[in-house]
Each structure stands twice: as C-alpha cells, then as structure tokens.
C-alpha cells in the first residue's frame, strides 16, 4: 500500500525537527548509508539547517511543486533557518527563512542532470550556504527568495532593493512614476547642454 502523501509530509517534518536529516523510504536510492553519515556530521556543523530527500507529487500540498513543498516543510517546521529538498529526480532546491545569507547555487550543484551524486552535491550545498555572503533575511511570511538550477525563481516575488518596511505599493509608484519622470530629466538635460554648446559656438 503506497503511503498517503499528506502522512509523509507530516512524518518528513516531525523527524526534520528532531535531527534535521529526513530520508523518504522512496527515494533511499538517492542516498547511500554512507552518504547520510556525511550528511550528519556536515550537519553537526551548521545549525538551523534541514536536509529533507522527498517526492513533491501532485497528490500532496505541493501540488507536484518542489518550491511549494519546500514552503509547506518550513511552516510546518516552524523555525528559521536554511530548508534543502532533493526531490524525485534529483534536483536540489533551496529556502532560506530569516537566514541573512545570499546564496548562488551553480547548475552543476542543484540541476537534476549534474554528475555528481544526490549526497554530495548536499554536502556541497551545505557548504555554499554555510560560506555565503552576508545578505538580507526573509521571513517565510513574506516573499521569499529560493535558489534554483535556474537562478532566483522568478514565480517568487523578490525586491531585494527596497529598504525593510517599505510597503510595496511605494515601489510600484516609483517604478511607475519616477522611471518616466528620469528619463523627461535626462533627456531635459541634455538639450540644455546641447543648446549651451551651440550658444559658444
């Protein structure tokens, strides 16, 4: 009898919270023995970090999205930190909550089609987020930001650039309204330059 997606789900997070590292019975392929002791020590290193290999179906919350999976892990969680989901084929996704870090992953690490091994390229995504760049931090209540083999996915919304605690609708009215309003400046300028130029001649 296949295990209802929703119990799986709910035991993935209940063993994430306990150890951080959870293994879904499914996907035992993708992680040797050997692997998971790696993946335990690298853990022991670096806190507030969840490792979870797990199918995204389209019979469960996910809706067959990994990206939404990853959501769903971290609420039910309930802790900031750094969320890593391989998922069935292979692909390695990332969600930071309330982590300051800004992370690249490169195609070689999280695309499903990279050559190395699902568990080493977990180690080496562990050691990418624990050596990134000090960043800004999102709490998972607002648009968060995800690492994919494509860059920042672009189905999230993300405003790096607008300072915390501005609401999004003063970004709008600037991109609206101040965009078109530079350009009138700029071009204004320069036919003031152009006429002074011409005034010397």
Known sequence: MAPVPGDRISRATAELARSRLFVDDTLARLLSTRARMSLRQKLRTVPNLYVAALPSLLGDESGGDPQVLLRRIAERVGRDGAYVLADQDGAIHVLLVNVPKRVTLSPALVDADAKAPVGIRLVQVI????????GRAQPLARPTWTATPQGYD???????????GTPAWVTL?????????????????????????RRRA
Not at 127 to 134: G, Y
């Open 127 to 134: 050691d990418v987020i624990r050596l990134a760049r000090p």
């Open 154 to 164: 672009s189905r999230v919304l993300v405003d790096f650039d607008r300072p915390a």
């Open 173 to 197: 009215l600037w991109i609206v309204v101040g965009g078109p309003l530079l350009g009138l400046a700029l071009y204004g300028g320069r036919r003031g330059v152009a006429e002074l130029l």
